[in-house]
């Protein structure tokens, strides 16, 4: 059974979700919290398996609940939910932790097939946000050109190995991850693979940034 | 600047004293002598005519218009001949003198033939050898050399101990001398200073007169101190009484130049002066030694009435305009003045000759007053260059704040001109395309004959126009493949429940420069549209999406193919209007310039928007 904690203050959605999601035995929904404080006070007490985030909420921003939940539980898969997908939102909870997002009118076979596909280690990615990936990568490197990095092993965290590059660029360019895996002789696993963690330096690389903002601005010592 | 002042102030007040030291150096004192006009180079007999004579002996006043040698002799005792060396001393002679003592020469000032060594401004100091004099009475004789009209003569020697005399010697020789020629040095570097200003700044017309005087000043001035010559001392003569007149009549002209001041040119005035200064050393050419005095005379007159008459006009001007400036050159303008009237008088004979030349000495001040007014214009007009920077800097400074504030004055009306194009296109975009989809779906819902899942539809299209609408406002940097793939991305699910398999042919496509939102949401709607045509009208199992570049065909192409059963061209379907779906294609490709293709058959339908790649 995979538990899932929707935290999401529409009640329209959250009933629509909610019959989705019980009509398929594999998967539990362990509560709907209208609210953070109600989100805070489930996951004090439950570990869910995926975390489904609105991220406009009547006490605060559900960012501050992925990235709570992203510290608290690191193998809870995180998504947002959102009705637009609108980029930079999703940009921001994928820095906080969250591993994609499901738009809001999906049918409810992708809804299912989005889910597994996260449990399974899958992370969604569209073309626009890994195009954004790449701009913002590409800057970073502009800005340290010291950190030439050629293969993943020895790329600093925070910087692109050639192949995620690559993968990225694919996926840029409105290829499946099946067609990827094709036109780069790799299983469709293994570009999973990347996206991870391509996810993980941009988490990592976000809070580099964050440190150097902070040392900037003589929060932190050196 | 002040301390400027003060120095030029300073030398100003000492000059007078050195002038006195100079004319109370001659020194007074008379002994009574006899002299012999003959000229024999070795001491004429005793018993020649010797006539009574007391010294000093003034030729101009005794012997006017001869020249030729004059012997002197007179008798003197001293206390103890040998204990102590003994010097004879002559002050002032002209043109050159040597001296015997006992019938034995014991030194001379130089040549005596033509030319004649010049020492009529240089005191003559002669050892007496030790063993030459005697007890009682030691006879010295005297020979001179001298030209009429010359000032020739001599002041009266002095004979003393060595220790006693050579002080005032030295002292002579350092305030007529050296003196002499260390100012003349100065002078002419100040003059070869001032032309080199003048080489540089032509129009300065000013600095060129003063530097010329200059030099003319210091040549007249080595006279003073040169004792041999290289040519005749008619020559000699002619060249310095020329360089007088010729630092006069400069003098003159640049006082002329002051007066008249900018843009005037008494061009009258000025051509006399240049004339006389060519004239003048001819007329003493023509003249010959004969006429050197009488022409000498009257050119002084000449020149100092023209210079008198330009300083005048200077000091009138520079009266005028009351400046500091003003009150020196009036000093230093009366006081040459001043000067040049004794000289003249002097050498007409109507005031007693005390044999000191006081013009001479009105140069230094003349040169530093000058050397100043000049040096101050220079630096006057350096500081208006620095004050016309400064100035033009400000200028320019408030110019770029003026453009400044200009250009964000029309940055802010450019913003706000494309926010309000902004709203404006939103306005459009939700009219045609949320707007009446709602209006759809509410006249379906409150008519209650359609089908849940029809509205359903009707409200997933509307949701589907809102998400291009909000992609196309993306900052894609003109990559239009990743738009195509978010479409793909929303879609794919749709058309996998729908068991229609998705084939993604992309390749890359050049960037296209008038991708603005409302041109990308015009070509996301027209793929948007060719899409769910597929999906809803086809009956296709699978959709192509192909993009390639073709320059015949149009340009950038983006293709929607699918396997369906295709629909009826526009030929067959007789006069009955074309769906809306697709002339709304059309319009849309054709609002940014492009074409669609459309290909329906039996086997498929191949829709194909051309967009041009510029």
């Excluded at chain 2, 010697?169 to 100065?186: D, G, M, N, V």
Aim: proline fraction near 6%.
């Amino acid at each position: 059974m995979i538990r899932v904690l929707l935290v999401e203050d529409e009640p329209g959605f959250a009933e629509r979700f909610a019959d989705i999601v019980r009509s398929d035995p594999e998967f539990e929904l362990i509560g709907i919290a209208p609210n953070c404080a109600a989100a805070r006070a489930v996951l004090a007490v439950e570990r869910p398996d995926i975390l489904l985030a609105d991220l406009g909420l009547p006490d605060g921003s559900g960012i501050d609940i992925i990235r709570e939940t992203a510290a608290r539980y690191p193998d809870c898969d995180i998504m947002v939910v959102t009705v637009f997908g609108d980029e930079d939102h999703v940009l921001a909870s994928i820095e906080a932790g969250a591993a994609g997002y499901v738009l809001k009118d999906s049918i409810p076979g992708e809804f299912l097939g989005l889910l597994r596909q996260l449990r399974a280690g899958g992370s969604p990615i569209t073309p626009v946000i890994a195009r954004k990936l790449l701009t913002r990568f590409k800057a970073d490197a502009a800005r340290n050109p010291e950190s030439k990095a050629t293969t993943a092993l020895d790329a600093p965290p925070g910087i692109l190995s050639p192949r995620e590059t690559e993968v990225l660029t694919y996926i840029a360019k409105g290829f499946s991850f099946n067609e990827i895996a094709d036109l780069l002789g790799m299983s469709a696993h293994t570009v999973t693979t990347h996206v991870k963690r391509i996810y993980q330096k941009l988490a990592v690389h976000s809070r580099g940034e964050a440190v150097f903002e902070a040392t900037q601005m003589g929060l932190l010592r050196q | 600047m002040r301390r400027l002042w003060g120095i030029v102030c300073m030398a100003l007040a000492l000059f007078p004293l050195l002038v006195v030291h100079a004319a109370t150096a001659a020194p007074a004192a008379q002994i009574s002598a006899e002299s012999l006009h003959d000229n024999s180079e070795v001491p004429p007999p005793d018993a020649a005519a010797w006539t009574q004579q007391t010294l000093p002996d003034n030729w101009n006043i005794s012997r006017r218009g001869i020249g030729g040698t004059v012997w002197y002799r007179f008798d003197f005792s001293v206390a103890d001949p040998n204990a102590v060396v003994y010097a004879i001393y002559l002050p002032r002679v002209s043109m050159n003198a040597a001296v015997y003592v006992n019938g034995l020469l014991i030194g001379s000032g130089g040549s005596f033939n033509e030319p004649v060594a010049r020492n009529w401004n240089r005191p003559l100091y002669f050892l007496i050898p030790p063993g030459l004099l005697k007890e009682n009475v030691n006879r010295v004789h005297i020979r001179v050399r001298g030209y009429p009209d010359l000032d020739g003569g001599l002041t009266a020697p002095v004979i003393d101990a060595d220790t006693a005399l050579s002080g005032e010697y030295e002292s002579a020789l350092f305030w007529r001398i050296i003196l002499a020629q260390t100012t003349s040095l100065l002078i002419v570097a100040v003059g070869i200073f001032m032309l080199m200003l003048w080489v540089r700044r032509r129009q300065d017309a000013a600095f060129g007169y003063f530097g010329f005087a200059s030099l003319l000043w210091a040549f007249y001035t080595a006279d003073l101190y040169v004792r041999d010559i290289p040519v005749p001392t008619f020559y000699w003569e002619l060249a310095i009484r020329s360089a007088f007149h010729g630092f006069a009549l400069l003098l003159a002209l640049f006082a002329t130049d002051y007066a008249a001041g900018p843009g005037k040119s008494w061009r009258w005035l000025k051509a006399l002066f240049w004339g006389m200064l060519a004239v003048v050393p001819v007329t003493f050419f023509l003249g010959g030694p004969g006429a050197l005095f009488v022409l000498s005379n009257f050119w002084h007159v000449t020149t100092f009435t023209a210079v008198s008459g330009a300083t005048l006009a200077a000091l009138v001007v520079a009266w005028r305009r009351r400046s500091w400036e003003a009150i020196i050159l009036i000093a230093i303008g009366f006081l040459t003045i001043a000067f040049a009237l004794h000289d003249v008088l002097m050498k007409g004979g109507w005031i007693p000759d005390d044999r000191v030349n006081l013009l001479m000495y009105s140069a230094p001040p003349l040169f530093l007053g000058i050397g100043w007014l000049l040096t101050d214009r220079f630096i006057r007009t350096l500081a208006e260059v620095e004050t016309l920077n400064r100035e033009l800097e400000a200028r320019v400074a408030e110019k770029s704040a003026a453009l400044e504030a200009n250009y964000s004055r029309l940055a802010q009306a450019e913003k706000l001109h494309a926010l309000a194009e902004e709203r404006q296109r939103l306005m459009r975009d939700m009219h045609d395309g949320v707007g009446g989809q709602l209006i759809t779906a509410l006249a379906a819902l409150e008519g209650g004959r359609t089908a849940p899942a029809d509205v359903a539809q009707i409200v997933r299209e509307c949701i589907d126009d809102l998400r291009l609408v909000i992609d196309s406002m993306e900052p894609i940097e003109d990559d239009l493949l990743a738009l195509l793939g978010s479409l793909r991305y929303r879609l794919e699910p749709r058309l996998n429940a729908a068991g229609i398999r998705l084939v993604w042919q992309v390749r890359e496509l050049p960037p296209l420069p008038y991708l603005t939102p409302r041109n990308v949401l015009h070509i996301l709607r027209v793929l948007q549209e060719a899409l769910t045509n597929a999906l809803k009208h086809a009956g296709a199992t699978r959709i192509t999406v192909t993009t390639g570049i073709d320059e015949a065909a149009g340009g950038a192409l983006i293709s929607v193919a699918d396997d369906g059963h295709g629909f009826v061209p526009e030929a067959e379907r007789g006069n009955r209007p074309p769906g809306r779906g697709i002339g709304n294609m059309r319009r849309r490709a054709e609002a940014v310039g492009g074409s669609i293709a459309i290909d329906s058959g039996p086997r498929g339908t191949r829709i194909t928007l051309a967009l041009p790649l510029r």
